[in-house]
């Protein structure tokens, strides 16, 4: 089975930083696409970055520029590094495996890593 927890959340000011970090298990996550996505009050999940095995990475709109998305394949771990956070960036993230969602017909979700961004 497919295991997913997400750290690093927090309470931040505008224009501050977090790192947040996702752990899998099993080693496969480290030949797989996978990808933080987010949800903030009242709004559905969306996809925030994706990388794959090949490092072929992708951002949304909202993120691009600010946000960094990597991977380290010996630790299991992915990475988002968030710089000049904005009040809009509230919600909780989570990781997804995005091919173990294809192989097993069914989503993998951790319980999420709470950020929020206020004055």
């Known amino acids: 089975q497919v295991q997913l927890a997400e750290s690093g959340g927090g309470l931040v000011q505008p224009g501050g930083s977090l790192r947040l970090s996702c752990v899998a298990s099993g080693d496969m996550f480290r030949n797989n696409a996978v990808g933080w996505y987010r949800q903030a009050p009242g709004k559905q999940r969306d996809v925030i970055a994706t990388?794959?095995?090949?490092?072929?990475?992708h951002y949304a709109d909202s993120v691009k520029g600010r946000f960094t998305i990597s991977r380290d394949d010996a630790k299991n771990t992915i990475y988002l590094q968030m710089n000049s956070l904005k009040p809009e960036d509230t919600a909780v993230y989570y990781c997804?495996?995005?091919?173990?969602?294809?192989?097993?017909?069914?989503?993998?979700w951790g319980q999420g890593t709470q950020v929020t961004v206020s004055s």
């Open positions: 990388i794959t095995k090949s490092r072929s990475i």
């Open positions: 997804k495996d995005l091919t173990a969602s294809i192989v097993y017909g069914r989503d993998f």
